[in-house]
């Protein structure tokens, strides 16, 4: 029988005097939120039912876009150590190869390839990341219960057969697919599962050499998938043929399928493990319900192809941290936090299409369509439009917040920006917890003149990372860079806040670039130094 207790916990933490976020799991949704929480100087206490163990290596890929977002934590080059490299990837069908997508050419991206490498790996330098930054998981505690009021949240713990209520100014359910968070706090979760069935397993390939290549292989029987993830191990998926019962996938099982739909005689060496799998397709009606949010599996749950899922979760914990520990720090406004739910469900909606669309043409059976499919992937492949349209989707480079760009000429509102957070010489590095300024003077300028409003910006905002491009190196940044003078304004997770040209008087322009950063200008500071000079582009 559990004791129940009420702890007087006060919403805001009185000691450090800071609103407190409450995050519920720590798979590795919850562990890169709880990261992004520190880094922007959040109080946050991680709570988690259990400590994962055992070889089931779930999620194995990371892609381009995930470890650019990964180093702005600074975890991505441990990740990549750890990791084994992949650049291509390959579909064949019945066995013949149909296409090629390159990873190491897609244009202006930090990291130009994927890394493998099993999820309990991941979540164990993400684990030992949040323990350097000072942040702690709590295990064996399990959220059963929650309410909240407009001003807080209590959550009803469960830990060593006592439940505590404690309260938070905001919980976030990263809970996983069965989110109890989820649940308790009344959100809808439709969607419906996937007919097929999937058998995976970690393996070694014998006869195989570890590549650099995933790969495809879709047969009218079935589909089949071999991703390495380094020392000889694969992991080996393949699409369950309908009527097959019994629990776990033998060897035996792994091996009549590669024989049927992979070229070459490939066997199976140590197996790590193995099991089936019902893939789900669901998303919930909202990512936020007044103080509490979902991020991750307990958000959505998408096809597997592609290997998306895990990838879509890093992208919430990203999105959702830099606000909440802004509007914690009192830097944000609250309602920046609405935009957690108006960017992410459009764009995991985008991301679950792909996979659905990917999952569902890589099981056609019937032959008239297959034709059309393999024609498709390989006029794609030979013309390069199969990598130009993939790659930066799966690849996640291409996530757009907002209203797509026509032109890709020009930087809009939302797009992700070209540039990192770690230093380098040819490239600006952006703020990780707050908005940078990228002020771009014109191919023509005056030096003084600009030197002035590059001052009176900085000493506008002495809280924010002003760049001046002018003279310096712009990395990425440069075909964008256009012959009048503007402002990039980015946001702590590289995408565009604004961009516009600036106005010829300084004053206004100051004006402009402060009202186009959070908090607005009136609320952060009332008066401008004065700018005398007017901005004057001289061709
Ligand atoms: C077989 C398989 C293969 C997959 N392959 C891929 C792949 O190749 N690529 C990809 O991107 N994705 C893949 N996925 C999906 C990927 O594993 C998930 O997207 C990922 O685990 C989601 O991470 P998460 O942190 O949101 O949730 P989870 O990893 O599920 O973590 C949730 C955490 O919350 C804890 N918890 C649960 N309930 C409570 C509670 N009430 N109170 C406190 N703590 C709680 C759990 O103990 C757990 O630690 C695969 C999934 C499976 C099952």
Redesign the pocket.
């Given at each position: 029988m559990s004791a129940t207790q009420t702890l007087p916990t006060a919403p805001t933490d009185a000691i450090a005097g800071r609103p407190s976020v409450l995050v519920?799991?720590?798979?590795?949704?919850?562990?890169a939120l709880a990261c992004e929480l520190i880094i922007g100087g959040a109080e946050v206490t991680v709570?988690?039912?259990?400590?994962?163990v055992g070889p089931?290596?779930?999620?194995?890929?990371l892609w381009p876009r995930i470890l650019e977002l990964l180093d702005r934590i600074g975890v991505a080059e441990t990740l990549v150590a750890h990791g084994h490299y992949f650049d291509q990837m390959n579909y064949y069908s019945e066995k013949k190869r149909i296409g090629l997508i390159r990873f190491d050419r897609l244009p202006a991206v930090g990291y130009p390839f994927a890394i493998t490498i099993p999820?309990w790996k991941t979540?164990s330098i993400l684990e030992s990341h949040l323990t350097a930054l000072g942040g702690t998981v709590l295990y064996g505690?399990?959220?059963?219960d929650g309410a909240q009021t407009a001003n807080m949240v209590t959550a009803r713990?469960s830990h060593d057969g006592h439940t505590s209520a404690e309260r938070f100014d905001w919980v976030v359910g990263?809970?996983?697919?069965?989110?109890?968070?989820r649940a308790r706090f009344g959100f809808d979760f439709a969607g419906h599962a996937l007919e097929t069935k999937?058998a995976?397993t970690d393996a070694e390939l014998i006869g195989e050499h570890t590549t650099s290549e995933a790969a495809y292989y879709l047969t009218r029987h079935g589909n089949m998938v071999l991703?390495p993830l380094g020392d000889g191990i694969f992991?080996v998926?393949a699409s369950v043929p309908a009527g097959t019962s019994g629990p776990v996938p033998d060897r035996e099982f792994f091996e009549t399928l590669l024989k049927q739909r992979v070229p070459g005689r490939k066997r199976l060496g140590q197996m790590n493990f193995s099991?089936v799998?019902t893939a789900n397709i669901r998303t919930a009606s909202t990512f936020r319900r007044g103080r509490v949010f979902l991020?991750?599996?307990?958000a959505h749950?998408m096809s597997?192809s592609g290997?998306?899922?895990?990838?879509?979760?890093l992208q919430d914990a990203v999105n959702l941290g830099w606000k909440l520990a802004g509007v914690a720090r009192g830097d944000y406004p609250p309602e920046l936090l609405d935009s957690y739910d108006t960017e992410r469900r459009p764009a995991v909606a985008a991301v679950s299409g792909l996979s659905t669309q990917l999952a569902h043409i890589s099981l056609y059976s019937s032959r008239p369509k297959i034709a059309i499919r393999d024609t498709l992937y390989r006029l794609g492949s030979a013309t390069g439009t199969l990598e130009s349209m993939l790659a930066p989707k799966l690849a996640q480079i291409d996530t757009h917040y907002g209203r797509r760009p026509r032109s890709k000429s020009a930087l809009i509102r939302g797009q992700r920006l070209p540039l990192g957070w770690r230093h380098t010489p040819t490239a600006p590095v952006l703020a990780v917890d707050r908005h940078t300024i990228l002020l771009w003077p014109g191919h023509s300028y005056h030096h003084a003149e600009w030197c002035a409003l590059t001052e009176a910006v900085r000493a506008a905002r002495p809280d924010t990372t002003v760049h001046d491009l002018g003279g310096n190196p712009a990395g990425g940044l440069t075909p964008y860079l256009t012959e009048a003078p503007h402002v990039i304004v980015a946001r702590p997770d590289g995408h565009v806040e604004d961009t516009f040209a600036l106005p010829a008087d300084a004053t206004a322009a100051v004006t402009a670039i402060c009202a186009a950063l959070y908090p607005p200008l009136s609320t952060k500071r009332n008066t401008l130094p004065g700018t005398a000079t007017s901005l004057s582009a001289t061709a």
């Open positions: 519920v799991g720590a798979g590795p949704v919850g562990l709570i988690s039912k259990d400590r994962r089931h290596s779930r999620a194995t890929i999820q979540e505690r399990e959220l059963v713990i990263s809970d996983g697919y069965a989110s109890s968070v999937l995976i991703a992991r998926g099991g799998f991020a991750g599996d307990a749950a597997p290997a998306q899922g895990l990838n879509t979760g």
